[in-house]
């Protein structure tokens, strides 16, 4: 009897449903982006060119409004790709051209076509830590284009 009870105890523990597994993106965002003062937004550009980012690396301050400007100004298209950074902070939207924007709990990668091409992030950073970027297209992260995104 003993033995069918810690059975069934086994049972149930592997039997926990999914759902309560917690995600890996920040569930509760509306929360933080409610909370932060949109009025302090800070404003951060990063320029993509053959082969690089300028600035490389960007700081963000946890629970603080940002919009980053993503602003191609090369000769050819351009990834920024940070998966893990973008799993790290409470998504308010992105927006193109000043003309579009698009809502998701969280993104992968952000392509910005070649002479002009812009996208416009709107987000609150939430788990510290350093996260790489870099663009994923042919051998431009070899080349150099890759840098750090760092919420402290
Ligand atoms: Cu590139």
């Known amino acids: 009897m003993k033995l069918v009870r810690t059975a069934m105890l086994a ?19 509306k929360d933080y982006v409610d909370k932060a003062d949109w009025k302090a937004l800070t404003t951060v550009t990063v320029e993509m060119s053959e ?23 090369g000769e050819k298209d351009h990834y920024f790709t ?8 409470a998504w308010r939207k992105i927006m193109v051209n000043g003309q579009a924007e698009a809502k998701a709990p969280y993104f992968t990668a952000f392509e910005v076509l070649k002479k002009g091409g812009q ?10 830590g350093t996260y790489p970027v870099y663009c994923t297209i042919d051998d431009h992260r070899e080349k150099g284009m890759e840098g750090q995104l760092v919420i402290e």
């Open 119 to 128: 996208l416009d992030l709107y987000f609150v950073p939430v788990k510290s």
């Open 82 to 89: 940070s998966p893990e950074f973008n799993r790290a902070v």
């Open 11 to 29: 049972g149930l523990i592997a039997g926990v449903p999914l759902s309560a597994v917690a995600a890996d993106y920040i569930e509760n965002a």
């Open 51 to 73: 082969h690089h980012y300028t600035p490389e690396d960007l700081r963000f301050k946890a629970g603080k409004a940002y919009k980053v400007e993503l602003k191609n100004v």
